[in-house]
């Protein structure tokens, strides 16, 4: 079966710009989630969605963050306007039930490069 | 708050090498623990996941075991090799999310 696809996998952008990210999860895989690292910093957990709807988005930093999933399938994770602190690399996984991170898998992670 | 902590940051130790790397964590309230490898460029692969109520689980030449009283984890892996080379990140599971550590960056030297 195909992975979870993230792309792009890299992306630079000024600061006040708007980015896009999209993540594609694995078919069938209701569960998806992202998650963020910053330089020098841990893997934070962003969102996690049950098909469309977001479960939990405790971990969203601020407002300038809007995650979506329509129809359930793919999500877009859009950052505007970009900061210089939100460059990183954003991680999204999927997984069929809404594990304790069991099964879950990750895509590659879209580098984000705010200057 | 959920914190874990990796040591060492980084590793290199020569082809053949045995080695352990290291996890704590601060609250003993976990679901399971899972190791994961990164490598550049590439997403995170989980290499071994221990169940709260387990004690280790191996996969080849990988054995973690968990104390979860003590809050620690550690991977061993044996006969060392230069396709190990990589990041292992160590991550707990609160809920539905996990929580990471930063990670420690392992050289195998050939």
């Known amino acids: 079966e195909a992975g979870v696809t993230q792309f792009p996998s890299h992306s630079v952008i000024e600061k006040g710009q708007t980015v896009t990210l999209r993540c594609d999860p694995i078919s069938g895989h209701d569960n998806l989630y992202w998650y963020r690292r910053v330089m020098g910093k841990e893997i934070k957990f962003l969102l996690h969605f049950v098909k469309e709807s977001k479960q939990d988005e405790s971990g969203m930093p601020n407002n300038r963050f809007l995650a979506e999933r329509t129809g359930g399938t793919y999500s877009t994770l859009k950052v505007q306007p970009a900061e210089l602190e939100d460059s990183g690399v954003y991680f999204c996984?999927?997984?069929?039930?809404?594990?304790?991170?069991?099964?879950?898998?990750f895509g590659s992670g879209t580098r984000l490069t705010v200057v | 708050k959920q914190e874990v902590t990796q040591i060492p940051a980084a590793l290199s130790v020569p082809e053949g090498e045995n080695l352990v790397l290291n996890c704590s964590f601060t609250d003993s309230a976990i679901y399971n623990l899972q190791w994961f490898r990164q490598d550049p460029g590439k997403g995170l692969t989980s290499l071994l996941l221990i169940q709260s109520s387990q004690r280790e689980q191996t996969s080849g030449r990988l054995n973690a075991s968990l104390d979860k009283s003590s809050g620690r984890s550690t991977l061993y892996i044996a006969a060392s090799q230069p396709g190990d080379s990589a990041t292992y990140l160590c991550a707990v599971s609160n809920n539905y999310q996990l929580i990471w550590g930063a990670g420690t960056k392992l050289i195998i030297k050939p």
């Open positions: 996984a999927s997984s069929h039930e809404p594990g304790t991170g069991a099964g879950y898998t």
